[in-house]
């Protein structure tokens, strides 16, 4: 896992075969605006709210013409007894991709700061056949080059 820095997103992307991963890790300030225990009725519903886009998956956007389509996307809340003990807390989504083509797989596009538009910074490692790259994206941008 990455450093913990308030609008900045560490992601990272693997592909395997017709398979591809995304893990995007994100400080909760950037995702509801707070790091502890939600404390009022908004508060929970901004948590559910925020958990419900990440589950969508909508902010994977994978390369038309490969083909993706986004099989599972699963979210891990903080935990609230980890929150206290350093007082920060990270979100963390996983997403899982199946193309059809390859070929024409040259980047995806990881729309979290349209999501989250707190999130100005994503750092992006990423992993393929051909070797890995770290690259750093500035909002507006959030095309991941996955050619070598």
């Not at 950037?30 to 009725?41: K, L, S």
């Not at 991709?97 to 797989?105: N, S």
Request: glycine share 10%; aromatic share 4%; net charge negative.
């Amino acid at each position: 896992m990455g450093p913990h820095v308030h609008g900045q997103a560490t992601v990272n992307v693997s592909v395997e075969g017709v398979q591809v991963e995304v893990e995007a890790i994100l400080p909760g300030h950037d995702v509801v605006g707070f790091e502890r225990a939600p404390a009022t009725m908004a508060e929970n519903k901004a948590v559910a709210a925020a958990i419900g886009v990440l589950r969508s998956g909508s902010w994977l956007i994978p390369a038309k013409a490969a083909g993706c389509r986004v099989n599972r996307v699963t979210v891990e809340a903080p935990d609230p007894e980890v929150r206290a003990l350093d007082g920060h807390a990270d979100y963390v989504a996983r997403g899982w991709l199946t193309c059809h083509d390859m070929g024409q797989l040259d980047g995806i596009d990881i729309g979290l700061p349209k999501a989250f538009p707190s999130v100005h910074e994503m750092v992006v490692d990423v992993i393929t056949a051909s070797g890995s790259t770290r690259q750093t994206l500035d909002a507006p941008a959030v095309h991941v080059d996955l050619s070598p």
